[in-house]
């Protein structure tokens, strides 16, 4: 060993010892956590504390622990549920990798393991450092810090921002073998960032590259995350098609999709070259894990400036079980993104005319909808500069407000076409077209600059509360190398997301609602498609109302009812005339009450679209009735769902709300799809509530009665449901 290895090495290892000089204070070891987390509170705080010796520390909250070797290099060697006793790692890989003006750095990580199907501690003794990678300087440990301001201005759940946790950075930096073949190294310092997060089994993580040199540097591409994970499976034959380790995994690139699997594009799950013992036999088993961005970003650093890649958050899950994953990933969303907890009723008013804003607005306020957006094809136009428009939109704005409601507007981005100047240019073919959704600007063409500037300014000059953004920004690349924006391909997908997202976050600071039909929860939108097919919304309306229910269960499993909405054609679309329309409200008013009850009752907010919401007292009893009923219930009805029986028009079906921490434990709601009365014994599933022995329930606003609960924490009840009807049961 050189004079300087052996120098780097006792550095790093005083840099370790929790008793160095300057160095954080490291935290008592965790409490293990006996309680169920998605039932009760944990007690157990997020720590930093010493691992097997000095040269190792372990972030843990209780329920789950990564632990960290700090010398002769950083790396991840351990990562474990503690809520089931199972490791999670197999082997150990670098922290990251980053190119770096064609050089790729390898950033921490150790060499030697000899087999990769399992990592026994004494190996770890043995492992080297990789003298080419960066080396392991020093750490910091400070509290979690909000990615973005929230501006908390309507009903929301009451969720601290930032979640409570703790963060760890380790540093590091370029060791002098690869400073002597790439010099600008030597003024690059890669901090690798850990987040962990009280009471729940997730963190996250990122990268970030400071310049400190005098010339600018290229980031072309990066893997932020690289986890040698446990397989879930082992076939010795090819597979079509793997179960993948038992781990979720997204991050806040995320676009085309409404649901996180579709819209992931980022989160790679591949086979590990390493693995040479896995029992499959042409070494394909998918138990590597790299989070890397699908192009880029390729992009420029200055001097004095700092590159951050997006946050890779990771959910270990204790179960295999459909719902218990469901209502983990439902509770990262509401730690992670709780403004998705916002949920205003809202009346999709389809003409902007001043006078059909007003009539929406006073009907809304009358009923008690918080929420009117000038909808698709009703004429609003956040393009329009012109001081007159600004002044009439301001002026609505400002009546709205009046009256207790928040006013917005629709605009459509992606899936048009503005010019061949201006659209997102296809790599293949050098011209317009062939987007994801046909034709689309390019956000970096000096129209996609200008439309964000006249966005910015016309929320600043209106005090607009409300975006729905159609199309979003769906993840297209543009071959331009004429945009202001964008230098070229490379750059391209990752500018354009910067753009729209930094847009976003500007509106969570500022107070805005977003309605984005792509999965940008995590950048600051609130709500998206619960998942539906537009043209259902045709088909006569008995169709549509059980087509709705199948919608909500199955667009529930991942989402809180708060985070999708629904669609109810007030007037006709996309077809199906009378038969498949509301208006007049008063003679389908039977069916205008079934929507309302399966939105209310479930929690989900919907595109109410068409002129009005009521045209007689009859049908303006019947909507104050179910909004009377969501607000005097919303606690439990935006709390999750448990998914007891789904709608298939053949018997009674049943979602439950659930939530331990409040004085209504469940509510669930019963519908009867049938042209005759039933009467059934219905199994609810009370776990989740909390509940141990007996549960107090009542139908409606009747009286209560006792029921035990079986062991598997069930209780069964009789339940009388009219036809065609509803009825609904409480549960303290």
Known sequence: ????????????????????????TLDPAPQPVRQDWLVHDVAQRTVV????????????????????????????????????????????????????????????????????????????????????????????????????????????????????????????????PLIEKAPFLAHVTVAIHYEMYDGIPLLSKWMTVHNAG??????????????????????????TRWEFPNLHVETDMAFTGMDSRTANHTVHWG????????????????????????????????????????????????????????????????????????????MHVRSANPNAVRLAIDQAADVGFEMVIMTFGSGFNIENENPAYIAQIKELVDYAKSKGVELGGYSLLASRSISPEHDAINPKTGK????????????????????????????????MHLLEHDGSYP???????????????????????????????????????LNVPDFYFLCGSNKTGMGYRETNWSLPRDQQIIHARQNIYDGTWEKTPSMGWMFVPLVEYHGGGAAATLEPLSQHLDAYEAHLANLFGTGVQACFRGPRLYDTPETRAV????????KKYRAILESDIIHVRRADARDIDCMMHVNPKLQHKALAMVWNPLDEPVTRTLKLPLYYTGLTDEARI?????????????????????????AKGVTWFVVE
Not at 2 to 23: D, E, H, I, K, N
Not at 143 to 172: C, I, M, N
Not at 482 to 504: A, C, E, M, V
């Open 1 to 24: 060993m050189s004079r300087f290895s052996v120098v780097a090495f006792l550095a790093v290892l005083l840099t370790a010892s929790p008793f160095a000089v300057g160095q954080p």
């Open 49 to 176: 504390h010493r691992g097997r010796n000095e040269r190792e520390i372990v972030l843990s909250n209780g329920l789950i622990g990564r632990t960290f070797r700090l010398a002769p290099n950083a790396a991840t060697v351990g990562f474990d549920n503690l809520m089931t006793g199972e490791s999670i790692l197999r082997g150990v890989k670098p922290e990251a990798i980053v190119r770096i003006n064609g050089v790729d750095c390898t950033i921490g990580g150790l060499t030697g393991q000899p087999n990769y199907a399992f990592l026994r501690p004494d190996w770890l003794e043995n492992l080297k450092a990789d003298p080419n990678a960066f080396q392991f300087e020093r750490y910091e440990i400070g509290p979690t810090k909000e990615r973005f301001p929230w501006k908390r201005v309507r009903h929301a759940q009451d969720l601290p921002w930032p979640p409570p946790g703790k963060a760890l950075t380790l540093y590091f930096k370029a060791p002098r």
């Open 214 to 239: 005098q010339e600018q540097l290229r980031i072309e591409s990066f893997i932020s995350e690289i986890l040698a994970v446990v397989e879930h499976e082992s076939a010795v034959d090819h597979r």
């Open 271 to 346: 086979a590990d070259p390493q693995y040479a013992t896995q029992v499959n036999y042409l070494r394909q088993t998918p138990a590597m894990l790299e989070v890397k961005p699908p192009l880029g970003p390729d992009v420029m650093l200055p001097p004095g400036e700092t590159f951050e890649t997006f946050r890779a958050f990771e959910l270990v899950h204790d179960s295999t079980e459909r719902e218990r994953k469901g209502l983990a990933q439902r509770r990262m969303y509401r730690t992670i993104a709780p403004w998705v907890t916002e949920n205003p009723p809202i």
């Open 432 to 463: 317009p077209g062939g987007m994801i959704f046909g034709n689309s600007p390019c956000l970096g063409s000096v129209w996609g600059q200008d439309y964000f500037r006249k966005l910015y300014n016309f929320f600043e000059k209106t005090g």
């Open 475 to 513: 993840g297209d690349v543009c071959a331009s190398t004429q945009h202001p924006g964008h230098r070229g391909l490379n750059d391209s997908q990752w500018t354009q997301w910067k753009t729209i997202t930094d847009f976003y976050k500007w509106c969570r600071a500022n107070g805005i609602y």
């Open 623 to 630: 909507v104050k009735k179910w909004v009377d009923f969501f």
């Open 698 to 722: 009542r139908e409606q606003e009747g009286e209560y009665r006792v029921y035990k609960l079986d062991r598997q924490y069930n209780v069964e009840l009789e339940v009388k449901v009219p």
